[in-house]
């Protein structure tokens, strides 16, 4: 019995110290005294700067909403720029703590990578935009055309998949860069660019006459795009992933920036364990009890979050859709805090 308590002992002492090794993230940031992400080069509605250098975007405010609920203070985030090529090499290297930066959530970037996605921030799907003067109504009359494509996506393979399914031949013309890709476009180098469809509707906005381009109907993959953080910390992972869930259970309450503190008030049972009054769930995480209180305060719920950077109120003016609420006929769900 001595040596079975021994070695369960022993067991313990060795898990326990594993865990304090992994669970490294939290005290570094703290320690820094910002949150370093990885965000985009530049996409509307995403991630994107303005002249004086302030980033916004639905990925900049799931950034700001982890930054608050450490630091109670959104502004607490060093905003890294990174390519479809380099984002993953920044996050492994240690350079960013979180990527969140319109990355679509695959088997193999989830097992080969040493990251782990902590959610869906945006339910998205690849499209394709023309030229109004192309005349073309379907992406099925798109047989033989020259498609403008960014390297290093997920674009790439849906683009072949899709027009060896249909039987059409295509080519290619591939770029580094989205701003390449773009571009390349608008100076006639190709007849359609292909991306995810938020991204045509965000890249639209930077042509010189957004008007004379359209959007095709057809939409060819899922791409449900989604923070990511390294394997290996799994406190980290579950404070990333618990803020993207706070921010979908408050819009469901009815919870907003404007109404937080009144709703705090109030008995209901659910809301009290939300908002921090009833139980220590934001101690679990290392954070506080009022950590919810503080992301909505900074950045709101995700309704707030998905209409002011690329719903109604934004200039891209997207359909919630599939990022609906799951009981308003979206797929938007946060498993409960209880």
């Known amino acids: 019995m001595k040596r079975v308590t021994l070695a369960l002992t022993l067991a313990l002492a060795a898990g326990l110290t594993a865990q304090a090794a992994d669970a490294q993230t939290l005290k570094t ?18 991630s994107a700067p303005d002249d004086k250098g302030n980033w916004t975007g639905l990925d900049v405010d799931i950034c700001r909403a982890i930054a608050a609920a450490i630091f109670n203070d959104p502004t607490k985030v060093k905003y890294v720029p990174t390519s479809a090529k380099d984002r993953f090499t920044a996050l492994q290297s240690g350079e960013i703590d979180v990527l969140s930066r319109n990355t679509t959530w695959t088997i193999s970037r989830d097992t080969s990578l040493g990251a782990n996605f902590t ?7 690849q499209g394709f935009m023309v030229k109004k003067s192309l005349k073309v109504n379907s992406a ?5 055309a020259s498609v403008c494509v960014q390297t290093g996506t997920t674009t790439e393979q849906n683009l072949a998949d899709y027009f060896k399914a249909n039987n059409m031949k295509y080519e290619v013309i591939a770029f580094g860069t989205n701003d390449e890709t773009v571009k390349a476009y608008e100076a006639g180098r190709c007849d359609v660019f292909t991306t995810d469809q938020s991204g ?15 959007v095709l109907p057809e939409i060819i993959s899922k791409e449900p795009l989604g923070p990511m953080v390294r394997h290996g910390d799994d406190q980290w992972f579950d404070i ?11 819009e469901e309450l009815g919870v907003t920036s404007k109404n937080v503190d009144e709703k705090a008030k109030l008995e209901s049972p659910e809301l009290k364990r939300v908002l921090g009054s009833d139980g220590n769930f934001g101690e679990q995480l290392g954070l506080t009890k009022d950590w919810v209180i503080r992301i909505v305060k900074a950045v709101g719920n995700y309704g707030e979050v998905f209409d002011r950077n690329v719903g109604a109120g934004s200039p891209l003016a997207i359909n919630r859709g ?3 609420l799951w009981n308003k006929g979206g797929l938007q769900y946060a498993p409960p805090i209880r």
Not at 119 to 125: C, F, I, N, S
């Open 119 to 125: 959610g869906v921030t945006y339910y998205d799907g």
């Open 140 to 144: 099925l009359e798109l047989n033989s």
């Open 240 to 250: 990333v992933k618990w803020t993207l869930f706070a921010l979908v259970t408050t």
């Open 29 to 46: 940031v703290k320690d820094r005294g910002t949150l370093s992400c990885g965000v985009s080069q530049g996409l509307p509605g995403f």
């Open 200 to 214: 045509l509707y965000a890249n639209r906005l930077k042509l010189a006459n957004p008007n004379d381009h359209m």
């Open 322 to 324: 599939f990022n609906n």
